[in-house]
């Protein structure tokens, strides 16, 4: 069913949003900044934003086709956006592309779960009077365009739009084989890596500054239902982040439980808590690239991320305790913030959020979304790619087994 969204309730959103995203998806900083500018006025028409269900989007009263909107580029240069202007005038390309064809634009997608993403969808639609479907491309955030569902699922990249906030617009088209419409379905699973090696160099140049608004997946109403298998993930991000405003969820357990009970998500606690204790970042080529060490009294727990964390390591284990596309979040206990990404945690010049101070760290894992994990997929294949070139050279190991080896080796 669908409901209305205020700006009193974006904050939520983005927090709750923030956890899901497995330490990436934009900083809380950033969609926090975003957020302080949506008011009715000069620039947003409206300040509210109607949230549909799949089904609403793609039934037989659908009121247009939808696209798929983000920011592209690194979370600590994104921080300095006021208001969404490459994202809109992404879609407005998009809008554009389709008036052309006789069609409208009714509805905007996330592109995963995290406090940017979805804040960037709500903002867009706010602005060009549009709707924000209850669903993502991963149920996390992503490193990459070929580990969305909107790539598994060989929905047509063109048009796809990259423009920077000062509106410098770039249509990447890569052409299907043999001159037809589409191409052939393991070519249109190629095109989303082609055209994703193809826009990483262009928000790196200095007109975009490491970050980008980009509109992609057209999609048809009956096209977004294959598109979209994971759904009503901006509901339980926001009821997520009532949850934390209402001091409902105060330690790890307590998250653990209410993830379980509220969302059917069998988390556990990979780590005992600690204090954050190293980071090492850097950015290039519209990415943080790091690790995060968490120190207890025995042992140090390493997270490496690429904007989103992709693998955790125990010091006193032989094995990670957490792969990707797994996902692994971070709670910090007291007084104050208890959800951080990466981008939050580590600061420009490298070092801790202060704000952390001594407080204790758990890191809170659970499985991916069945989508991200069939075997030989595009999506399960990317990210083993993507770990191969962090140098682990393995295969996937769901979390459940993980923790079953682990606690095997323990009393052996």
Same mark, same amino acid.
């Given at each position: 069913?669908?409901?209305?969204?205020?700006?009193?309730?974006?904050?939520?959103?983005?927090?709750?949003?923030?956890?899901?995203?497995?330490?990436?998806?934009?900083?809380?900083?950033?969609?926090?900044?975003?957020?302080?500018?949506?008011?009715?006025?000069?620039?947003?028409?409206?300040?509210?934003?109607?949230?549909?269900?799949?089904?609403?989007?793609?039934?037989?009263?659908?009121?247009?086709?939808?696209?798929?909107?983000?920011?592209?580029?690194?979370?600590?240069?994104?921080?300095?956006?006021?208001?969404?202007?490459?994202?809109?005038?992404?879609?407005?390309?998009?809008?554009?592309?389709?008036?052309?064809?006789?069609?409208?634009?009714?509805?905007?997608?996330?592109?995963?779960?995290?406090?940017?993403?979805?804040?960037?969808?709500?903002?867009?639609?706010?602005?060009?009077?549009?709707?924000?479907?209850?669903?993502?491309?991963?149920?996390?955030?992503?490193?990459?365009?070929?580990?969305?569902?909107?790539?598994?699922?060989?929905?047509?990249?063109?048009? @796809?739009?990259?423009? !920077?906030?000062? $509106?410098?617009?770039?249509?990447? +088209? =890569?052409?299907?084989?043999? *001159?037809?419409? /589409? &191409?052939?379905?393991?070519?249109?699973?190629?095109?989303?890596?082609?055209?994703?090696?193809?826009?990483?160099?262009?928000?790196?140049?200095?007109?975009?500054?490491?970050?980008?608004?980009?509109?992609?997946?057209?999609?048809?109403?009956?096209?977004?239902?294959?598109?979209?298998?994971?759904?009503?993930?901006?509901?339980?991000?926001?009821?997520?982040?009532?949850?934390?405003?209402?001091?409902?969820?105060?330690?790890?357990?307590?998250?653990?439980?209410?993830?379980?009970?509220?969302?059917?998500?069998? @988390?556990?606690?990979? !780590?005992?808590? $600690?204090?954050?204790?190293?980071? +090492? =970042?850097?950015?290039?080529? *519209?990415?943080? /690239? &790091?690790?995060?060490?968490?120190?207890?009294?025995?042992?140090?727990?390493?997270?490496?991320?690429?904007?989103?964390?992709?693998?955790?390591?125990?010091?006193?284990?032989?094995?990670?305790?957490?792969?990707?596309?797994?996902?692994?979040?971070?709670?910090?206990?007291?007084?104050?913030?208890?959800?951080?990404?990466?981008?939050?945690?580590?600061?420009?010049?490298?070092?801790?959020?202060?704000?952390?101070?001594?407080?204790?760290?758990?890191?809170?894992?659970?499985?991916?979304?069945?989508?991200?994990?069939?075997?030989?997929?595009?999506?399960?294949?990317?990210?083993?790619?993507?770990?191969?070139?962090?140098?682990?050279?393995?295969?996937?190991?769901?979390?459940?087994?993980?923790?079953?080896?682990?606690?095997?080796?323990?009393?052996?």
């Amino acid at each position: 069913m669908a409901y209305e969204l205020g700006p009193q309730d974006l904050e939520p959103l983005l927090l709750g949003g923030a956890f899901f995203g497995s330490g990436g998806g934009g900083t809380i900083e950033s969609a926090r900044h975003l957020v302080s500018h949506f008011r009715k006025g000069d620039y947003y028409p409206v300040e509210t934003v109607t949230v549909v269900t799949v089904e609403e989007a793609s039934g037989d009263h659908a009121l247009g086709d939808a696209v798929m909107v983000a920011y592209l580029g690194a979370p600590e240069a994104i921080d300095s956006a006021t208001y969404p202007s490459g994202p809109v005038m992404a879609v407005q390309s998009v809008q554009k592309r389709l008036a052309e064809q006789g069609r409208k634009l009714a509805y905007i997608a996330p592109p995963e779960s995290g406090a940017l993403g979805f804040t960037v969808a709500c903002l867009v639609a706010a602005k060009l009077g549009l709707a924000v479907i209850d669903a993502d491309g991963a149920g996390r955030a992503v490193p990459s365009l070929p580990m969305l569902t909107y790539a598994a699922s060989e929905i047509d990249p063109r048009p @796809a739009f990259l423009v !920077s906030q000062g $509106g410098l617009n770039v249509e990447l +088209d =890569v052409t299907p084989r043999h *001159g037809n419409l /589409v &191409g052939g379905s393991a070519h249109q699973r190629d095109v989303s890596a082609i055209v994703e090696q193809m826009m990483r160099p262009i928000v790196g140049d200095p007109e975009f500054g490491q970050f980008g608004g980009l509109a992609i997946w057209k999609m048809t109403p009956a096209e977004i239902g294959d598109a979209l298998p994971i759904r009503g993930t901006l509901t339980r991000a926001l009821m997520l982040g009532r949850a934390l405003g209402e001091g409902q969820i105060r330690n790890a357990p307590q998250m653990i439980s209410w993830l379980s009970a509220h969302c059917g998500i069998a @988390a556990r606690a990979i !780590s005992e808590p $600690g204090e954050l204790a190293s980071a +090492d =970042v850097e950015t290039s080529g *519209g990415f943080d /690239v &790091g690790k995060i060490g968490i120190k207890t009294a025995q042992r140090i727990y390493t997270v490496i991320y690429q904007n989103e964390s992709l693998v955790a390591w125990d010091s006193q284990r032989p094995q990670p305790i957490v792969l990707a596309p797994d996902s692994v979040a971070y709670f910090v206990e007291g007084d104050g913030q208890a959800i951080f990404t990466n981008g939050d945690l580590v600061m420009a010049d490298g070092s801790l959020n202060p704000v952390v101070g001594h407080r204790k760290v758990t890191l809170i894992a659970w499985e991916a979304e069945p989508p991200l994990r069939v075997a030989g997929g595009l999506i399960l294949e990317s990210f083993l790619q993507l770990l191969e070139s962090l140098g682990y050279l393995g295969p996937y190991v769901p979390l459940g087994k993980l923790q079953s080896i682990a606690f095997r080796g323990e009393l052996s």
